[in-house]
């Protein structure tokens, strides 16, 4: 069984630059999640997908962040314009059930904003 | 709040020896869900061993264990015969069933282990 799939694995842009991530959850996990890691600390949601509904926003920077997830499967995390403060990893995890916190993670993607 | 506290960010241990990893957290809720992640350099975070907070036993899977006391709010890690491959970040991690469904880390705490 394939697992999270994320890409890229790293990038690197000049501040006030686009970009976007993306995320292939496990086949048949409905619930998907978008964490921010910053250096040195544990991950932190920024949005949580049932399905294609976004359940759990609260903690995304609406100003310049911006999820989607068409047809329920793959998710795309963009950020427009990065800040240096955007410098971390982003994490995608998918889960069979919601709320029993059994979640599987992809690798992440390591953003470095310059 | 909901908050975790590993108090500890790092430690080391030779190969073939017991480790306990510590953690604290802070809820209101009774009912909820404990966890260690571990994520390995450069490698995906994966679960390492799940508690209910409803079940007495503490969990164990192969060589790690917990020692979870919930009246201190207390749920440590004990990783016995220490391999060279459990050298990571270790999270503990709370979600509280029922409620807003959100997955609660701690800061980590990074265990190596030598040779």
């Known amino acids: 069984e394939a697992g999270v799939v994320q890409s890229p694995r790293y990038k690197i842009i000049e501040k006030k630059q686009p970009v976007a991530f993306w995320c292939n959850p496990i086949?048949?996990?409905?619930?998907l999640y978008w964490y921010l890691q910053n250096l040195g600390q544990g991950p932190e949601l920024l949005i949580r997908y049932e399905n294609e509904e976004a359940v759990d926003d609260s903690q995304l920077p609406k100003d310049r962040f911006s999820a989607e997830r068409l047809k329920g499967v793959d998710s795309t995390l963009k950020i427009q314009p990065a800040e240096l403060g955007d410098s971390a990893v982003y994490l995608c995890?998918?889960?069979?059930?919601?709320?029993?916190?059994?979640?599987?993670f992809g690798e992440g993607s390591r953003l470095t904003v310059l | 709040a909901q908050t975790v506290t590993q108090s500890q960010p790092e430690m080391s241990v030779q190969e073939a020896e017991t480790v306990t990893l510590s953690c604290t957290y802070d809820t209101s809720e009774s009912n909820y869900y404990l966890f260690w992640y571990k994520q390995p350099p450069s490698r995906q975070m994966i679960l390492v061993i799940r508690?209910?907070?409803?079940?007495?036993q503490n969990a164990t899977e192969n060589r790690f264990s917990v020692n979870f006391q919930k009246a201190a709010k207390s749920f440590s890690l004990k990783i016995s015969d220490s391999q060279l491959g459990d050298t990571a970040m270790y999270f503990c991690a709370f979600i509280v069933q029922g409620g807003s469904e959100k997955l609660v880390f701690g800061k980590g705490m990074k265990l190596t282990v030598n040779p």
């Open positions: 086949s048949g996990h409905n619930t």
């Open positions: 995890a998918s889960s069979l059930l919601p709320g029993i916190g059994e979640l599987f």
């Open positions: 508690q209910e907070a409803y079940k007495q």
